[in-house]
């Protein structure tokens, strides 16, 4: 894992990348605010009440030095904020209804992302992921070509790396939604020098099973085929086909993964959600993200179960993901 770090750190030092962190009332995050800023790797930035702040870091027992810190309740860049809200979501919100939203410090944040004034954001420690995605997608959006966002969390065991999303957004996909998953998940596993292999998942493997779910997967995967012929993909394949080479002999001998897929993704949000939490905790590999894909900018959420450790990490992902921008 510390290789991870050092590869990542490598990445963003000397950059100025500037992060900011709306959740400056919880411990976690103060204390990775205060790593981020002790070690130089990027410039954090807090919001919340100053004293609040303060009474966070003495919880947590990390000094924050000259951290910057916003207020959304009081803060001088406030108007500049709100009248770029207003700009940004003409005719979805009126000047009035942008002064009580900026008040909630992810869309601060995530209009401190609009404006430039900083790289990206990490937030979502107490916050639900909806609560933390939502200003993202209504403000930053996707990427030219890019119909929606999802999520990917980097799976990190002793001796490999995988990525499995969407663990995060996307309740019910259709096979469009599961195809630009798989590409923008291939994108993603760049990031953590991953040979993306993708597993396109399911309970069936190439048609052992008849299901109008299973064809989705299956299509999703000749539509990936169809856009990205570069890319190595399999499906609809059952988990053990995908990820066993003795498996993947017999269930899927023509099978281009050959049972060492890198990228699983998974057919709905209940199978990628709970998968990854099963494999993170009964298998211990360590579970990094959510990393929301596509965006045009870096917003990325935490689970409200994450340590100090992770907000550390996805934090260090996050500015790798500005300076590619
Ligand atoms: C992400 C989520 C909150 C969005 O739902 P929502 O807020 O009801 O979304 P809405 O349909 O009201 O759309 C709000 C805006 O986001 C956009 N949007 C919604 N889903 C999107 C997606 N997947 N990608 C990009 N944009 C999206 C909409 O286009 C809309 O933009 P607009 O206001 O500019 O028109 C919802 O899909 C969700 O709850 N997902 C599950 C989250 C979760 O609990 N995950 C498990 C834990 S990680
Ligand atoms: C990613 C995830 O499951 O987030 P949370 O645990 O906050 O719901």
Do not use: W
């Amino acid at each position: 894992m510390n290789t991870l770090i050092n590869e990542l750190k490598e990445k963003v030092v000397g950059k100025n990348i500037r992060i900011v962190f709306p959740e400056g009332n919880d411990a976690r995050i103060v204390a990775t605010a205060a790593r981020l800023h002790a070690e130089k790797s990027i410039i954090p930035v807090l919001l919340g009440n100053k004293d609040v702040i303060a009474a966070t870091a003495r919880e947590a027992g990390v000094v924050i030095g000259d951290i910057e810190t916003h207020d959304p309740e009081n803060d001088p860049l406030f108007d500049e904020l709100v009248a770029a809200f207003v700009e940004r979501r003409a005719g979805k919100a009126t000047e009035e209804q942008a002064r009580l939203t900026l008040r909630d410090p992810n869309y601060f944040g995530t209009m401190l992302v609009h404006i430039g004034n900083v790289d990206g954001l990490v937030s979502g420690a107490i916050h639900s992921t909806g609560d933390t995605v939502r200003p993202a997608l209504q403000i930053i959006k996707t990427k030219p070509g890019i119909k929606k966002t999802s999520g990917a969390m980097v799976m990190i065991g002793r001796s490999a790396r995988f990525i499995f999303a969407d663990v995060a957004i996307n309740i019910n996909p259709d096979s469009a939604d599961l195809a630009e998953t798989a590409i923008t998940s291939a994108e993603t596993a760049a990031i953590f020098n991953i040979d993306p292999k993708i597993a396109m998942l399911s309970f069936s493997t190439h048609g052992s099973a008849k299901s109008p779910d299973a064809t989705a997967v299956a299509d999703a995967t000749h539509l990936v085929r169809d856009a990205r012929p570069d890319l190595v993909i399999d499906g609809e394949i059952q988990f053990d086909a995908a990820f066993v080479p003795e498996v993947a002999e017999l269930k899927a001998p023509d099978s281009p993964l050959a049972g060492n897929a890198s990228v699983f993704v998974f057919p709905n949000l209940s199978a990628g959600n709970i998968g990854y939490k099963l494999v993170q905790r009964f298998a211990k590999l360590e579970a990094v993200g959510p990393i929301l894909q596509g965006l045009n900018k870096p917003v990325n959420d935490l689970s409200r179960g994450c340590t100090a450790d992770d907000a550390y990490k996805l934090a260090l992902i996050t500015a790798v993901q500005a300076v590619a921008e």
